[in-house]
């Protein structure tokens, strides 16, 4: 169902004579830390925000202890929890001080007043239909190539660490914060392996860096869209939820560089332990992307090269899964 978007939540409008994107997020974002004091608050906090390295072949995982993020990393999202509370991404739901610029079609732009970037949106439908993309990737490239070279957007399967899983929505944040945005390069060289290439669309499947995961790369929306959705389609047959799990990270350097991440599992098992086997971390795309988000310090004290490779070998797909997925895209 189409919902009007009421104009007292816009911060700026189609009159507004401001078509650039970048530059309407930006007047937001200043907007909403001089006017609201929950997101001058939790971007204040990053400063404090912990940080450990640690390096493995050619890339590096971070740690980052940020207290700020616990609500969205302890998020119950069992089909009962989510219908007992109110849906925080729904227009009439936002509070009074959470302004908003238009994107494209049904889509907004928020400031996330508890982040993980310098500078961190939430791109929301204004419809209140379920995460769901196979339907909403031209959206998600579209908005990636607006937003331009300095943000990443991505996507949080429902089961793939999406706190609002019921309100189809993007994130995105600075490139470049993603360790994988700026390593990336080296990890193809290292670990990819090209199965398609023309002068339109290069496919590469990437194995052997903790996460394996499918890079697609393109300056023709519509041979990136067919290509995603022949991929989607075929990890559809694998697996029995209603979308295959997955996590995105999209960005635009005059072409799209469109990253997925197959995932075989929610959480860790950590996640689910009681006392000190307990760790409150809940993977989706930022620790794909190589920064792990611990909102306890307990968990951030404990986090080791050892159990970052168990976290990632628990919720992706395996060697020998991903090795099965690559030869099925190899003989399409």
Not at 249 to 256: G, Q
């Amino acid at each position: 169902m189409q919902i009007e978007f009421p104009d007292n939540k816009l911060y700026l409008n189609d009159d507004d004579n401001l078509s650039d994107l970048p530059k309407k997020a930006e007047r937001l974002f200043e907007h909403q830390l001089n006017n609201w004091k929950l997101a001058s608050d939790g971007y204040r906090s990053l400063t404090a925000v912990q940080i450990k390295k640690f390096e493995f072949d050619n890339f590096t995982i971070e740690a980052h202890f940020n207290p700020g993020r616990i609500i969205s990393s302890s998020a119950k999202v069992d089909a009962k929890s989510i219908e007992a509370r109110p849906c925080f991404l729904c227009i009439n739901n936002l509070p009074n001080e959470q302004k908003a610029v238009k994107v494209i079609n049904d889509y907004i732009l928020l400031v996330n007043p508890f982040p993980i970037f310098d500078k961190h949106f939430t791109i929301p439908s204004v419809n209140h239909v379920p995460q769901s993309i196979k339907s909403e990737i031209e959206d998600l490239l579209t908005i990636s190539s607006m937003l331009g070279k300095n943000y990443s957007v991505f996507y949080n399967g429902p089961g793939c660490g999406a706190s609002a899983p019921d309100h189809m929505h993007f994130q995105s944040g600075n490139f470049e914060f993603m360790k994988i945005d700026t390593e990336y390069k080296e990890m193809i060289n290292t670990y990819g392996e090209v199965i398609f290439e023309n002068d339109e669309l290069a496919t590469t499947v990437v194995t052997g860096c903790l996460r394996n995961f499918i890079s697609l790369e393109s300056n023709n929306i519509s041979k990136l869209i067919d290509e995603f959705e022949s991929i989607y389609n075929l990890l559809n047959k694998e697996q029995s939820e209603e979308e295959p799990m997955m996590n995105i990270i999209c960005s635009y350097h005059n072409y799209w560089r469109l990253l997925i991440f197959p995932r075989n599992k929610h959480r860790p098992s950590y996640f689910f332990e009681e006392g000190e086997n307990k760790l409150l971390i809940s993977p989706a795309a930022v620790d794909l992307g190589g920064v792990f988000i611990f909102p306890r310090e307990e968990d951030f004290n404990k986090i080791t090269k050892e159990l970052i490779i168990d976290i990632f070998k628990q919720v992706t797909f395996s060697d020998d899964e991903f090795k099965y997925l690559s030869d099925k895209l190899k003989n399409r």
